[in-house]
T-cell receptor, first 114, second 111 residues
Framework: DAGITQSPRHKVTETGTPVTLRCHQTENHRYMYWYRQDPGHGLRLIHY???????DKGEVSDGYSVSRSKTEDFLLTLESATSSQTSVYFCAISEGTQRTDTQYFGPGTRLTVL | SQQGEEDPQALSIQEGENATMNCSYKTSINNLQWYRQNSGRGLVHLIL?????REKHSGRLRVTLDTSKKSSSLLITASRAADTASYFCATDDSSASKIIFGSGTRLSIRP
């Protein structure tokens, strides 16, 4: 998984609770991404980062926030989880200087919101 | 928004046969990528083909790109049980600002 770890790998939580997912990389790549994967929708970009404290929204950012205080860590926060946020979340990095460069994915976090 | 769309959505073939899946997209691209995802795992990059390339090979994989038809195909020859996975194409947009993944083709290899 290209030196990318995600934690936790599985989480069950209740509606209305805050949840933070962590992505950690070991190779100081500039670009990091958070995706969610749902049946019939493929991968959808939530947020991405192009450097420390530099982040931007993807196509499905509502209800999510991110932070990147260190190059190696990219955090995804659900401020108040809803059942529609039940999904598998993937973190990815790209090695180059472009957002369109090849991406390498972490193992995923399966989140269930009851 | 521009998106690669794979066809078929699901494919089941006998081990040893060739598997072909297709990707269509809507607007001009700079490159197109194919990824594989095994059940319960993250996506793994297979191959990237640039808009000025027509064909590319990597082991048992062959990718073609037809920019006039806005389509690409991924051929896996002599399929194996380990090829059972979902396959996604990913296209950038002409401004090279982002890539977008399709919904994938689920490939099953029967023993």
């Amino acid at each position: 998984d290209a030196g990318i770890t995600q934690s936790p790998r599985h989480k069950v939580t209740e509606t209305g609770t805050p949840v933070t997912l962590r992505c950690h990389q070991t190779e100081n790549h500039r670009y990091m991404y958070w995706y969610r994967q749902d049946p019939g929708h493929g991968l959808r970009l939530i947020h991405y980062s192009y450097g420390v404290k530099d982040t931007d929204k993807g196509e499905v950012s509502d209800g999510y926030s991110v932070s990147r205080s260190k190059t190696e860590d990219f955090l995804l926060t659900l401020e108040s989880a809803t059942s529609s946020q039940t999904s598998v979340y993937f973190c990815a990095i790209s090695e180059g200087t472009q957002r369109t460069d090849t991406q390498y994915f972490g193992p995923g976090t399966r989140l269930t919101v009851l | 928004s521009q998106q690669g769309e794979e066809d078929p959505q699901a494919l089941s073939i006998q081990e040893g046969e060739n598997a072909t899946m297709n990707c269509s997209y809507k607007t001009s691209i700079n490159n197109l990528q194919w990824y594989r995802q095994n059940s319960g795992r993250g996506l793994v990059h297979l191959i990237l083909i640039r808009s000025n390339e027509r064909e590319k090979h990597s082991g048992r994989l062959r990718v073609t790109l037809d920019t006039s038809k806005k389509s690409s195909s991924l051929l896996i020859t002599a399929s194996r049980a380990a090829d059972t996975a979902s396959y996604f194409c990913a296209t950038d947009d002409s401004s090279a600002s982002k890539i977008i993944f399709g919904s994938g083709t689920r490939l099953s290899i029967r023993p």
